[in-house]
């Protein structure tokens, strides 16, 4: 009979918390949310976050808190969210960076880019774009990789911070096109296009955005390619890469995680609600003047591409020797 009581005792509180867990999971979302956006604000990132508050607000019936967390490209914010409670109410807006690629740089990274994370939903994709210094005497892509080539000493290129995606395809396109380039790491995509635009560095490849278009329609960068295989059509009449760097490729995704081990029912809900605020023909027209295609997904598609890249860019790591200590 003792017995019994003691394993009564201890199996009581268990079923309570289960049930709990169960009831906060039906009644889904009662507070805020926030969406952590791990780069600094006015990128492209921070721009997406911002696009879908609303719409994602209106749809689950409370308010969005964007909150801005940059540094170590994105490794700081993703590290936040892998650690707070798998309650649903903490997300991050991630992309190949701090999920695919970090992992294969750093040994001290604090999170696992897949295993700590339950995906919600892709969000889009966006191709990647060759943007030059206005005054680099380059016209189109074939003099500036011949410029780069015969440059007295490595063109500096700026990214979002050493890992990010743009780090990963610059040091892949410059090893594909047989020149060697110096990186000069940012925090974010705004200060990334800072430098160009300034002529701090000569070059860089990164994502479409007003930014990209502001800098280009004031004439202090010009862009030269886009990394996908096809011309796309966020790139009108930009060459690919690849038609001068054969087999050259890469893609920006961009997508919601929460904390692993969030409750199945919560991240239905969640992807539910994204997935219908993706349907808002005014969100879809303000990523598409982004350069961004809109691209809902199931959770377990979002996974599947996380771990489809992981050993794609490691081998890209490998071949350039990067390295987080």
Avoid: C
Avoid at 251 to 279: D, M, Q, R
């Amino acid at each position: 009979m003792k017995a019994s009581l003691r394993l009564a005792s201890r199996l009581v509180p268990m079923l309570l918390l289960a049930a709990s867990a169960s009831a906060g999971a039906q009644t889904f979302p009662t507070k805020p949310i926030r969406i952590v956006a791990p780069y600094s604000a006015g990128g492209t990132i921070d721009a997406m976050a911002r696009i879908l508050q609303d719409p994602l607000s209106n749809t689950l019936g409370q308010p969005v808190i964007i909150e801005n967390k940059a540094g170590a490209a994105g490794a700081i914010g993703t590290a936040d969210v892998a650690r707070a409670p798998a309650d649903g109410y903490t997300l991050v807006l991630g992309n190949n960076g701090p999920h695919s690629i970090l992992p294969a740089i750093s040994k001290q990274l604090p999170y696992d880019g897949l295993k700590d994370f339950t995906p919600v939903s892709l969000l889009a994709t966006t191709p990647l774009l060759l943007i030059v210094n206005h005054d680099v005497p380059a016209s189109d892509l074939k003099s500036f990789i011949e410029f780069a080539q015969q440059a007295a000493k490595p063109l500096a290129f700026s990214t979002s911070g050493v890992g990010a995606v743009s780090h990963l395809t610059t040091e892949a396109f410059a090893r594909q096109a047989g020149f060697e380039a110096m990186h000069v790491p940012y925090k974010g995509q705004a200060p990334t296009l800072n430098a160009v635009a300034t002529g701090e560095v000569s070059f860089a490849i990164t994502s479409p955005s007003s930014t990209v278009n502001a800098f280009v329609d004031s004439n202090k960068v010009k862009v030269l390619g886009v990394t996908t295989p096809e011309p796309s059509p966020v790139a009108p009449g930009v060459p690919t890469i690849a038609s001068v760097v054969p087999g050259f490729q890469a893609e920006l995704w961009y997508g919601l995680l929460a904390p692993a081990n969030t409750a199945p029912e919560i991240i239905a809900k969640l992807n539910a609600a994204v997935t219908s605020a993706l349907a808002d023909p005014g969100l879809v027209e303000r990523y598409e003047n982004m350069g961004a295609v809109v691209q809902a997904s199931t959770p377990a598609a979002l996974a599947d591409l996380i771990s489809t890249e992981m050993p794609k860019w490691a081998e890209v790591v490998k071949n350039a020797n990067i390295r987080i200590e």
